[in-house]
């Protein structure tokens, strides 16, 4: 089992996201889709980041701009860094995630792809109605539907649930992967090391 705890705020998680799909399906492997806020762990266990983003070093954010660029690369995948809107509110989105999936999680899938596209490739903001309608319509969701959907308690408990999980099992950021529920991984660029401890893990079952 994969476990994927996402925020779509982070193009670090739009990265791992389209990244680790082909790698699950390589090795046979269900990825469960744990949609989180990353902003209240930010606010709770890792304010340094709001720190880096006040004062950063100049080298350093300029690397972190062409590190990204080439990932993005690599990937196939059309990345502007910083949106217009950033840092972003992403707590209607990632609601909209939970409720799409609260029977499959699978089928939220479409929808996140679109809200990660929707922000990071076309530069919208999805904290707005209008984008999220828009999004709606373009992956053939009820709008209306999904707006009361994420008003629902239990989605607004169960997002929080998922954020307070996380970081009681050690994360401090977007993405955060687990293999086999104790080995923790924190990055797009760690999807190497998980793709080596699958193969380990096939290699002693045979």
């Not at 469960?32 to 980041?49: E, H, K, Q, T, Y």
């Not at 910083?82 to 509110?89: A, C, D, E, K, S």
């Not at 479409?110 to 809200?115: E, G």
């Not at 969701?141 to 994420?150: H, M, N, T």
Request: net charge neutral.
């Amino acid at each position: 089992m994969i476990e994927f705890f996402f925020d779509c705020s982070s193009p670090w998680s739009y990265l791992a996201f389209h990244n680790i799909q082909p790698l699950a399906k390589e090795f046979g492997e269900e990825i469960a889709w744990r949609p989180i806020l990353v902003g209240g762990i930010f606010n709770s266990i890792n304010p340094s980041v709001y720190a880096q983003r006040d004062r950063p070093v100049p080298a350093k954010a300029a690397y972190m701009t062409k590190d990204l660029a080439d990932w993005a690369r690599a990937a196939g995948l059309a990345i502007k860094m910083p949106p217009r809107v950033f840092p972003v509110n992403s707590v209607k989105a990632m609601r909209g995630c939970l409720w799409l999936g609260r029977d499959d999680a699978r089928a939220m899938l479409p929808f996140a792809r679109a809200v990660f596209e929707a922000y990071w490739s076309d530069d919208h903001d999805i904290s707005q109605d209008a984008v999220l309608n828009e999004i709606c319509q373009r992956v053939g969701v009820d709008p209306a539907a999904l707006f009361a959907g994420i008003a629902e308690q239990s989605i607004k408990d169960q997002l929080k649930a998922n954020t307070d999980e996380l970081m009681a099992r050690g994360g401090f950021g977007s993405p955060t992967i687990f293999v086999d529920r104790t080995d923790m991984y924190f990055g797009n660029d760690r999807l190497p090391l998980i793709r080596d401890a699958l193969a380990r893990r096939r290699a002693s079952a045979a």
